[in-house]
């Protein structure tokens, strides 16, 4: 069968009947180093992970979803194809570490104590999605992508037990003299004091397992997956005629061979929404072939730093004015 016909066939399958198991996948030995990282810091509790839609620790429930497509290679890449975004194992490593986090918090109650409010502020703050970070605060762990601890205090936690899990993170020294080593030091305490002792919270519900997605792989992404259509003013053409050349080799090509870098980079050292970053990259890129922008061969590195620091100006205005110039 070609993998067109297998895509397909995958595509207009219901993910509750594909079978999908984390036992013989590439997601088994990831789960065991989770597993071998918590016995390395002396943890008894083990969370249960369990295959989902997307990652996540439901509220108060200490298991961890796992998304159901890293169970199983032809569905991952149609993850790649389709999203532009699938984990790497070094990114699967990152979020269990950091789910994990949130698990230990729901197991043992952590957030109802007056020190853990202190520490990382109320747990009843609202979650709020479209939130802004504050690139390079010194009160926070940086751990995935987007500045994540920053976005509620429960978030804080995982993030800051994700960092403190992390083998030879270091983080004592990486984060000596700043209001993220007092939360690190609370974890390293914590997790001693409980280390022995049984959850508080048994991990028996799950949130969608895959068992229950009775829907196809092609309606999880039509219907649930969908990235947010962002406007993008079409008011940089000057900036680009300037960033670029009237005569050379095509710029476009050699932005498309590093947009996935370039998006990438960008969201993480911002902490902008991937789908945003990724529909000014390309509306820039397309506005550069519509332009027939070129680059001088022999420098191609200049023009992708002052690209990346073109749209990298952008985002930030997106994220700090909802727009990414002011309206004309």
């Known amino acids: 069968m070609s993998w067109h016909e297998e895509r397909e066939r995958l595509l207009h399958s219901r993910i509750s009947e594909l079978g999908?198991?984390?036992?013989?996948?590439?997601?088994?030995?990831?789960?065991?180093?989770?597993?071998?990282?918590?016995?390395?810091?002396?943890?008894?509790f083990k969370p249960p992970i369990y295959l989902s839609d997307e990652w996540g620790c439901p509220e108060g429930v200490p298991v961890i979803g796992v998304p159901f497509y890293l169970a199983n290679p032809q569905l991952a890449q149609i993850e790649q194809e389709i999203a532009e975004n699938l984990e790497t194992q070094d990114?699967?490593?990152?979020?269990?570490?950091?789910?994990?986090?949130?698990?230990?918090?729901?197991?043992?109650v952590l957030y109802e104590s007056e020190e853990w409010h202190k520490t990382f502020g109320p747990y009843s703050r609202p979650y709020i999605e479209e939130y802004r970070p504050n690139p390079f605060s010194r009160d926070y762990v940086h751990h995935i992508a987007g500045w994540y601890a920053q976005k509620h205090p429960d978030e804080d936690f995982a993030e800051t037990f994700?960092?403190?899990?992390?083998?030879?993170?270091?983080?004592?020294?990486?984060?000596?003299?700043?209001?993220?080593?007092?939360k690190l030091e609370y974890v390293d305490r914590v997790m001693r004091e409980i280390g022995n002792a049984p959850p508080k919270v048994e991990p028996r519900a799950r949130d969608l397992p895959v068992e229950e997605m009775t829907y196809t792989v092609e309606d999880y992404y039509s219907r649930f997956r969908r990235e947010p259509v962002v406007e993008v003013p079409r008011w940089f053409d000057g900036d680009l005629r300037q960033l670029f050349e009237e005569s050379g080799d095509p710029a476009a090509p050699l932005l498309r061979t590093r947009r996935l870098d370039v998006v990438?980079?960008?969201?993480?050292?911002?902490?902008?929404?991937?789908?945003?970053?990724?529909?000014?990259?390309?509306?820039?890129?397309?506005?550069?072939?519509?332009?027939?922008?070129?680059v001088d061969p022999r420098f191609p590195q200049r023009y992708l730093v002052s690209f990346t620091a073109m749209v990298t100006t952008l985002a930030l205005n997106y994220l700090h004015h909802e727009a990414f110039a002011p309206s004309k």
């Open 20 to 44: 999908l198991r984390i036992e013989g996948s590439a997601l088994e030995p990831q789960v065991a180093q989770l597993y071998a990282e918590l016995d390395a810091c002396a943890l008894q």
């Open 91 to 108: 990114e699967t490593m990152m979020y269990l570490r950091h789910e994990a986090g949130h698990a230990f918090n729901y197991a043992y």
């Open 264 to 294: 990438d980079e960008i969201t993480y050292w911002t902490g902008v929404q991937s789908s945003v970053v990724r529909s000014l990259v390309d509306h820039l890129i397309g506005r550069v072939d519509e332009l027939s922008l070129c």
């Open 162 to 182: 994700a960092v403190w899990l992390t083998p030879d993170s270091n983080w004592r020294d990486r984060y000596a003299g700043t209001r993220a080593l007092a």
